[in-house]
């Protein structure tokens, strides 16, 4: 490929985004973008790997410096994508991939229209519930504000290029392999080895 893609996956919280994120990663041999946030760390999570994980004050001083792709507030914290990895990587013409909320999809189709997006979705929002109430990582009040926020955030459908219901994992999985693998097939991501041959 001429130069790496930019895959994003997005979804309600709960949705298997996570899950699906690390799954892609091992099998499809792409680049993490790690995150800036502001929140926590929840047990087992390791600064620098999961997230980095920043104060506001911190946080602030990053936006200063312009060193955000995009930024947003989401549930009560800021979270971010750092710009410089990302276009090493994608330049080098290694592929990477994001999880972010749909705000941050949204900001980086803006700015990078090429990017693929996928959202991804329970078969249903009881579903959604019992997933995220399953994981045993939210309060009650965080768990009402992220459900609350999931039809709002499926509304925004059209900012995507697929949608992937996530039922049985692997399927879903096998699902966003796919999408990467007809992306890196695209002919227009190909135009510069094309050119080559024709030579
Ligand atoms: P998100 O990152 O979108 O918030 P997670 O990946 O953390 O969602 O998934 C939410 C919970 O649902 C986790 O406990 C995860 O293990 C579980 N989960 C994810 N996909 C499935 C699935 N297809 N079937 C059953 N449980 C799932
Ligand atoms: P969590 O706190 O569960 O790890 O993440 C909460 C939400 O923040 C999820 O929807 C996740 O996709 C989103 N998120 C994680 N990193 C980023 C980021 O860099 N930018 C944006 N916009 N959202 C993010």
Redesign the pocket.
Known sequence: MDKGLLVVIS??????????YRNVIERAGMQRSVSVTTRAPRPGEVDGVDYFFKTEEQYQQMIAAGEFLETAAVYNNFYGTPKAPVFENIDNGRDVLF?VDVHGARSIKRKYPDAVAVF?MTPDFEVLEK??R??GTETEKSIRTRLGSAKNELSKYDLFDYIVF????DE?TESVLEIINAERCRVKNNIGTIKNLLK
């Open positions: 979804g309600p919280s709960g949705a298997g985004k996570g899950t699906i999880e991804v997933r995220l399953g994981r996530n039922d049985d994992i879903a």
